[in-house]
């Protein structure tokens, strides 16, 4: 099977495991316990929060853990608004469904809505427009990079942009920490969220940052773990693993990124050589996100039946946004930009792809297009 679907989820890396497995088995009290086998489960979790923090370039006390993104999107948005009486909420259409939904049951605030070019990029007078016309507390919350078309945001203008207007700033960076090198200390965003399994680690931990200086109450009630914000005992094996996935991330990131880089090129030249009436949806093919790229193949099957062709013929990729269901459902993102479904098929990379698999998909591809 080719896994062209890093995306939606990475494999676990060996080190990764092997160190889920020393916690497993050296650090397995809790580590809210005082007496020392508690404690040293406690001496993993803070060491695992003081190696994210310094790969992110954040103070330890700036970093909270979560067990997934949604988690940390889905409790702190609710959290802020109702701390800063937040009273208007500007973001884009494209959002994941976990911004989405969490904003459309957030009632006491007024949403506005970027409009967007086929590309999903907004320009930054349209920002700074609705910026400057919303009066009271405001909210900006806007993904890093789209998670289905590559969209990049321009992140020093609309932190700028937020500074300048006093807005507060929420950014999903799933998809980008673990592939840039993103340093907090250097920017100016007030909370970001990411997750664990999309850079090699595992499922079930994730990270949201909490800029210094601010005390939030808590999102989960209880024993108060994580400083009181979200009670509940840590997943001290996942979080020793993502703390481990992000260390070597880190290590690797200029080669990886450009063995990706290489791998998307490659794919795009050989896709448009092979079958030269590919639509390329959104700008991943011209900058944008370098591990993805979306395409729409000239066929006229549905969805359904494209999946399984590309099943059976040992290509995972996906339709649709696959971290949020098992079901098949057209792409949302491709929908509202395009008015159609367009069969759009998104294929993301990872640093353990190569080029023969790529050469491989670009054959099932082919054959599934002129039916062989
Ligand atoms: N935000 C983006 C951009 C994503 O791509 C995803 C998952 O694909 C999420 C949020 C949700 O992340 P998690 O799986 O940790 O809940």
Not at 6 to 12: D, E, G, R, V, Y
Not at 214 to 220: E, F, Q, S, V
Request: aromatic fraction near 6%; proline fraction near 3%; include cysteine.
């Amino acid at each position: 099977m080719i896994y062209l679907d890093n995306t939606a989820t990475t494999p676990l890396l060996p080190e990764v495991i092997d160190e889920m497995n020393r916690i497993f088995k050296q650090a397995w009290g809790n580590p809210s316990s005082i007496h020392s086998i508690g404690q040293i489960a406690k001496a993993e979790l803070e060491s695992a929060r003081n190696t994210i923090a310094s790969v992110l370039s954040a103070k330890s006390s700036e970093i909270y853990f979560t067990a997934s993104a949604t988690e940390g999107i889905g409790l702190m948005i609710p959290n802020i608004i109702k701390k800063n009486q937040i009273q208007h909420i500007i973001t884009s259409p494209i959002e994941h469904s976990a911004v989405l939904k969490t904003i459309q049951h957030c009632e006491s605030v007024e949403v506005h809505m970027l409009d967007l070019d086929k590309n999903g990029a907004f320009k930054l007078s349209n920002l700074e427009d609705k910026l400057s016309h919303c009066k009271g507390n405001k909210l900006v919350v806007l993904m890093h990079a789209n998670n289905e078309i590559g969209t990049l945001l321009p992140f020093k203008k609309v932190s700028e942009l937020c500074l300048q207007y006093e807005a507060l700033l929420f950014c999903d960076m799933v998809q980008t920490i673990g592939k840039y090198d993103i340093s907090f200390s250097k920017t100016n965003v007030d909370f970001a969220v990411a997750s664990a399994h999309k850079f090699h680690g595992p499922k079930g931990a994730g990270i949201l940052y909490i800029k210094s200086g601010r005390n939030y109450p808590p999102m989960i009630f209880g024993g108060g773990q994580e400083r009181e914000m979200r009670s509940g005992t840590e997943n001290v094996p996942a979080i020793a693993g993502m703390a481990k996935a992000i260390e070597l991330a880190k290590k690797d990131l200029t080669s990886r990124s450009q063995h990706i880089q290489h791998l998307k090129s490659y794919f795009t030249e050989r896709i448009k050589e092979e079958i030269p009436d590919i639509k390329f949806n959104g700008n991943s093919q011209n900058g944008g996100l370098y591990t993805l790229i979306n395409i729409s193949l000239p066929l006229k099957i549905s969805p359904e039946v494209l999946n399984m062709k590309l099943d059976m013929a040992g290509l995972s990729a996906s339709q649709g946004s696959a971290c949020s269901s098992g079901v098949m459902k057209n792409s949302s993102v491709i929908q509202y930009l395009y008015g159609e479904n367009r069969n759009a098929l998104r294929l993301s990379f990872s640093f353990l792809n190569t080029i023969h698999e790529i050469e491989q998909a670009v054959d099932i591809l082919k054959n599934i297009v002129h039916k062989k």
